[in-house]
């Protein structure tokens, strides 16, 4: 595959010496710990409380010692309260629905504008897009920052963008022909949605279209979803990663290695958290992923706890980039569910049936509780491959998955057959999981 | 011996079986003998049609999200009397084979036979024994003259 060109958008940032650049990450926490004790009442209240004055963080060795933000502090603070600039200097409010309750918003100034489009035309670039390229933003454009990051990343590298937001797939095909795509944007279910109706309607992506990478995100996916996504389409699939309260997508970006995601690091500091006791952990230690803003000017954030479950290398990448890199998130340690006393994530059964021959990775998981017992049913969609004449080899199917599953995951579970395409496709966040015991 | 079967499959719900025979009916295929395997998970519907309509039925069925499967069965006559489809079993329990299923066809066969629908779990085998004992089989075009 990879006919894309390695380009680097930004080589004195991307491949700084780490020496530096840690230096560089300390001098900016320094004047954002200062910022946000000056401005907001939040900020000051905790490290007064803990004792800390902005004074005594001198370095990225003291970020530790700073109190935590976590997301229902930006629903506490709804919406202005943990702004660090007057409102005046905000030009842009993003923000995301939440499940429940209020809603979070993030305001951010021009300069913030600025830093993310930077982040973003750092992530299509290292996909292999530049200014010949024609960037199809399938994302949703509004509130939500995956359409407007997508747009403003592309902007800024000058390339031609279809700002297409979400939904109306005939419609996103029929562009993506006519203007000659070459560059997509949108979550990994939705490009596996994509090309499977673009492979329904006899589309050939090799002659009839041409495209040639995509940067896939908003969502967690598995390596074997990104193969099943560059067959169907035949591009590079590049992972990418943000949230709106560090800035949108692009905090971390896949270089063409495809070995894991590139952090921005000069505007954000990475960290692993254990997440029960909140301690730092080492690169290669799997645990919580925490940001802290340190260029943003609108709202940053210290110690921002993702609830991601990840870990972070700072090996040597072959791109050339320096910049550490986050794995795959394999889990949430609140999407976590925990069933009969063991931490299953969804992700991991998505590998199970991702990595079966002829098994769609589309599935649903249906936690209940019967006789004060949780009970786990895994809906997986029968194919082609999975069917047969006789009850026999259905069951054999059913059998193999079922022990696939108890193997990674730890527990026994009910597979369930159902018709094909029957489990929606979402187009934002894919919803995997229905939980009865809370309802 | 052999003739062509389609399967599909149907999750289990009410209405599943009706929705796709209305299917079929409204496409104008002709079923000429139909079985259902009901699990408690799921379905599996089979089906014998004239040799004509397998392939556009199972493109409509297709079409129309189903998964469906075209495989070859065994279509076997025995005599229509008492103990007829014992001593057809009790051949088959004798040369260590086993039946998967069996179904018969809604139409009878010619005078004093029965015809059947066999799938054994060795398929060669099941050939070999059903020819060394004489067992009287249907081909595809006597299936479609049927
Ligand atoms: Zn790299």
Same mark, same amino acid.
């Given at each position: ?119 973003? %035309? ?6 292999? %897009? ?121 905090? %971390? ?27 730092? $952990? ?19 954030? $210290? ?44 992700s991991q059964i998505e590998s199970v049936l991702v990595g079966a021959d002829g098994v769609a990775p589309h599935y649903m998981l249906i936690v209940d509780r019967v006789n004060s017992s949780d009970t786990l049913e895994v809906q997986v969609e029968m194919t082609e491959d999975m069917f047969g004449d006789t009850v ?37 966040? %894919? ?9 | 011996?052999?003739?062509? =079967? ?14 796709? /025979? ?16 009901? /699990? ?10 004239? !040799? ?6 199972? =493109? ?43 179904? !018969?066809? =809604?139409?009878?066969? !010619? ?25 009287? /089989?249907?081909?595809?075009? =006597?299936?479609?003259?049927?």
């Open positions: 595959m990879s006919q894309s060109e390695r380009r680097i958008f930004n080589p004195a940032m991307e491949c700084i010496d780490r020496e530096q650049l840690r230096k560089l990450q300390g001098e900016r926490l320094v004047e954002t710990v200062k910022r946000e004790y000056e401005n907001v009442p939040m900020y000051r209240a905790r490290m007064d409380a803990a004792g800390i004055k902005p004074e005594d963080i001198r370095g990225l060795d003291d970020l530790k010692y700073l109190p935590f933000t976590e997301k229902t502090d930006l629903r506490d603070y709804y919406p202005f309260g943990l702004l660090a600039s007057p409102k005046k200097d905000i030009i842009r409010i993003q923000g995301s629905s939440g499940t429940t309750g209020k809603p979070i918003v993030s305001g951010y100034t021009r300069n913030d504008i600025a830093v993310w489009s930077e982040m973003m %035309a750092r992530t299509l670039t290292a996909a292999g %897009a530049t200014c010949e390229d024609v960037v199809q933003v399938t994302y949703g454009l509004g509130l939500f920052t995956g359409g407007f990051g997508a747009y403003q990343g592309a902007d800024k590298l000058g390339a031609m963008v279809i700002p297409m937001s979400s939904g109306n797939t005939q419609r996103q095909i029929t562009m993506m022909k006519d203007l000659g795509t070459t560059i997509l944007c949108c979550t990994p279910s939705y490009a596996t949605y994509l090309g499977e109706t673009i492979r329904e309607m006899g589309i050939d992506p090799g002659k009839d279209l041409k495209l040639k990478a995509g940067c896939f995100g908003a969502e967690p996916w598995t390596e074997e979803m990104r193969v099943r996504i560059e067959q169907l389409l035949e591009i590079d699939a590049c992972d990418i990663y943000g949230l709106t309260e560090i800035a949108g997508p692009g905090v %971390a970006f896949e270089c063409l290695e495809k070995h894991g995601m590139h952090i921005n690091e000069d505007h954000v500091i990475a960290e692993i958290i254990n997440p029960a006791t909140g301690e730092q $952990l080492p690169y290669g230690m799997p645990g919580e992923l925490v940001f802290t803003t340190i260029t943003k000017t609108g709202q940053p954030m $210290l110690r921002y706890r993702t609830h991601d479950i990840c870990t972070l290398t700072d090996d040597k990448c072959a791109c050339g980039r320096t910049l550490a890199r986050m794995g795959r998130i394999t889990g949430r340690t609140d999407d976590m569910l925990v069933i009969r006393g063991v931490n299953v994530f969804p026999s080899h259905i069951e054999n199917v059913r059998k193999y998955i079922t022990g696939q599953i108890k193997s990674v995951v730890g527990i026994a579970s009910k597979v369930t057959l159902v018709a094909p395409k029957s489990i929606p496709r979402s187009e934002g966040k %894919a919803k995997r999981v229905i939980d009865k015991r809370k309802l | 011996m052999f003739i062509k =079967q389609i399967s599909v499959f149907l999750e289990n719900h009410p209405g599943a079986l009706r929705e796709m /025979t209305e299917l079929l009916g409204k496409g104008g295929v002709d079923l000429l003998a139909l079985s259902v395997a009901d /699990t408690q998970n799921f379905g599996i519907i089979r089906i014998i049609v004239e !040799s004509a309509q397998i392939d556009p039925a199972v =493109q409509l069925l297709r079409d129309n999200g189903y998964i469906a499967k075209v495989n070859h069965v065994i279509c076997a006559e025995v005599p229509d009397r008492p103990l007829g489809l014992s001593e057809l079993l009790a051949m088959i329990e004798k040369a260590n084979l086993s039946v998967e299923y069996m179904y !018969s066809f =809604q139409r009878a066969s !010619s005078q004093g036979e029965a015809a059947l629908i066999l799938r054994l779990n060795n398929g060669d085998k099941a050939a070999k024994l059903f020819q060394m004992n004489n067992v009287k /089989t249907l081909s595809q075009e =006597q299936v479609d003259a049927l």
